[in-house]
């Protein structure tokens, strides 16, 4: 399947036209899958322009000040770009179905709707009402230190991020980390260089593996690697809303 972005449909069109399938055994087997290229360039572009935009965005984050990391990055207010928007409520569509059956597979008492309206009516009944979508910005030197994005007392199992700057030539280094801790042994790592465009969702807290007496919860935590040279920019797409 051809997944390189065409400006002639629209978002929520090409991410219906993945190969979910395939997206949805790579996240049960490894807790991530890449959907290739979903943005074209000049998208990519027109989100990078929004940075310096201050009305675009409710609050900016400096990582140095609360040892996240170096960088910085800013959360959408509403409304968001409509590319953002789109593309947060055709994933959600893709995505409910994986995050109950991995809530069924723990044992978890979670039900997660099938639109993303609905979710987010359930985030505002739990005082969880500001927007999370993001842009990150990092220089030469910046990274991110392992993390996992909870805003709340309710939290979707799945987020995605896009990387919105060429490597090698925007920018060197600068790999997405995936590190998941499982019980009784070492955790294993994961560093994925993204291209242009490319768009990975990934377990944002834990996901379940099969083990002898049934699955358990492997806590997974993501980061960015050191940028070695240039200008990193990526969006990530969080499904719940913020308290």
């Known amino acids: 399947m051809n997944n390189r972005a065409s400006p002639r449909a629209s978002i929520g069109d090409r991410i219906a036209a993945l190969d979910w399938k395939r997206i949805e055994g790579d996240l049960d087997t490894r807790g991530s899958a890449t959907t290739g290229k979903l943005l074209s360039a000049a998208e990519c572009g027109d989100l990078i322009a929004l940075y310096d935009d201050r009305e675009r965005f409710r609050s900016r984050v400096v990582m140095e000040r609360f040892r996240y990391g170096v960088g910085e990055y800013k959360y959408f207010v509403r409304p968001m770009p409509p590319i953002v928007e789109q593309a947060r409520v055709a994933l959600y569509r893709r995505l409910h179905a994986t995050a109950n059956r991995w809530a069924r597979a723990l044992g978890d008492d979670a039900d997660y709707p099938a639109s993303l309206a609905r979710y987010l009516e359930i985030c ?34 799945l987020q995605f991020t896009c990387v919105l700057s060429r490597p090698g030539i925007d920018f060197e280094g600068g790999e997405l980390l995936l590190v998941e801790q499982r019980p009784r042994a070492q955790s294993r790592g994961d560093a994925i260089a993204l291209d242009l465009g490319e768009g990975i969702i990934f377990a944002n807290r834990f996901r379940p593996v099969a083990g002898a007496r049934g699955y358990y919860r492997a806590t997974m935590r993501h980061g960015v690697s050191t940028i070695t040279s240039g200008l990193r920019y990526a969006m990530g797409i969080i499904f719940h809303d913020a308290a």
Do not use: K, M, W
């Open 124 to 157: 505002r009944a739990h005082g969880q009402t500001r927007p999370t979508p993001l842009i990150l910005r990092y220089e030469a030197g910046g990274y991110n230190c392992l993390h996992q994005d909870l805003y709340g007392e309710i939290s979707f199992p």
